[in-house]
């Protein structure tokens, strides 16, 4: 599976951003997919992970309620919503792909794309 993030840019506080993540590959619909981010000088972390049909999701508790991971498995893809962006959004937003089930580790995660960068203006 190959998979390439995009949708990134600059936004203000408060603003929204859709990422997409397009994926090739007959597999992509057996896979969970996660969102990663890396902010400067920091570790990478998980955002939001979905299983593999949809159907169950799991986010970082400082997204929640703010970010919304969805999938479409017929388009080979994958999205993260992102509502009230704030500056400590900022980061380079990775997704990847792994296993069956939701799962924040990214050990689960065999195949990971390049990331979009994103920026949040105070």
């Known amino acids: 599976v190959q998979l390439q993030a995009s949708g990134g840019g600059l936004v203000q506080a408060g603003g929204s951003l859709r990422l997409t993540c397009a994926a090739s590959?007959?597999?992509?619909?057996?896979?969970?997919m996660g969102w990663f981010r890396q902010a400067p000088g920091k570790e990478r972390e998980f955002v939001a992970g979905?299983?593999?049909?949809?159907?169950?999701?799991c986010y970082k508790d400082s997204v929640k309620g703010r970010f919304t991971i969805s999938r479409e498995n017929a388009k080979n893809a994958a999205y993260l919503q992102m509502n009230s962006l704030t500056p400590d959004d900022t980061a380079v937003y990775y997704c990847?792909?792994?296993?069956?089930?939701?799962?924040?580790?990214?050990?689960?995660?065999?195949?990971w794309g390049q990331g979009t960068l994103v920026t949040v203006s105070s």
């Open positions: 990847a792909a792994g296993g069956s089930f939701v799962a924040p580790d990214q050990a689960m995660y065999g195949y």
């Open positions: 590959g007959r597999t992509f619909s057996s896979y969970a």
């Open positions: 979905i299983n593999w049909r949809g159907s169950s999701t």
